[in-house]
């Protein structure tokens, strides 16, 4: 099976930078789509972005984070990231990775396999 772990949340002020890890184990493929979605106390669980090597590494933002969040893979490492830069106190949330199997998108619906989270708050 699949196993997702994030990593790398906390606690910065308004205009911080934060770099997310999710490390992926057990029978993943290099080409898999990996999503990070967020959810905040009280709201619904909302995509930030995706990325897709096998179709080209094409990516996907929520409009709220283009410019400020970009997502990448390390596929040695079998690690997505998403660094956060000029986060702003809306970002604040718990932050979950996810895998994917087929159709890549910001659509929950397209992921089978999450993570824990790891939670980012902004002040």
């Known amino acids: 099976h699949v196993q997702l772990v994030e990593s790398g949340g906390g606690s910065v002020q308004t205009g911080g930078s934060l770099r997310l890890s999710c490390a992926a184990s057990g029978t993943i493929y290099s080409t898999q789509c990996m999503g990070w979605f967020r959810q905040a106390p009280g709201k619904e669980r909302e995509a930030v972005a995706a990325?897709?090597?096998?179709?080209?590494?094409?990516?996907y933002y929520h409009d709220s984070v283009k410019g400020r969040f970009t997502i990448s893979r390390d596929n040695g490492k079998n690690t997505v990231y998403l660094q956060m830069n000029n986060l702003k106190p809306e970002d604040a949330a718990m932050y979950h990775c996810a895998a994917g199997s087929g159709v890549c998108g910001l659509s929950d619906a397209l992921y089978k396999y999450w993570g824990q989270g790891t939670q980012v708050t902004v002040s």
């Open positions: 990325i897709y090597p096998g179709g080209g590494d094409l990516t």
